[in-house]
Nanobody
Framework: QVQLVESGGGSVQAGGSLRLSCAVS????????MGWFRQAPGKQREAVAR????????VYADSVKGRFTISQDKAKTTLYLQMNSLKPEDTAMYYCAADRYGSISSRSWNYWGQGTQVTVSS
């Protein structure tokens, strides 16, 4: 099984920054795409940012464009989400995910981390 282990969540003031990390067990056809999803209480899980691991092409949700950056290390062993100018609306459980196809729908992704909580206070 593909293993994903997240870290870096925490509580910050509005306007602050946080970087999430996801350790990846393998780079294979099953993990061509990786992404960060988030889910707040009472809301559906949404795609925050996705990356094609072979080409470094990235896709962002409109709500985080210009503030969040998804990236990976050169060995493709770690996925990152740099979050700047955080807002209270960013408060959610954040999940690292991997899949062959990289759909915007969370239901189509096969591999998931355990999640890490991000809380932004005003």
């Amino acid at each position: 099984q593909v293993q994903l282990v997240e870290s870096g969540g925490g509580s910050v003031q509005a306007g602050g920054s946080l970087r999430l990390s996801c350790a990846v067990s393998e780079y294979t056809s099953r993990t061509y795409w990786m992404g960060w999803f988030r889910q707040a209480p009472g809301k559906q899980r949404e795609a925050v940012a996705r990356i094609d691991r072979a080409t470094d092409i990235t896709v962002y949700a409109d709500s985080v464009k210009g503030r969040f950056t998804i990236s990976q290390d050169k060995a493709k062993t770690t996925l990152y989400l740099q979050m700047n100018s955080l807002k209270p609306e960013d408060t959610a459980m954040y999940y690292c995910a991997a899949d062959r196809y990289g759909s915007i729908s969370s239901r189509s992704w096969n591999y998931w981390g355990q999640g890490t909580q991000v809380t932004v206070s005003s």
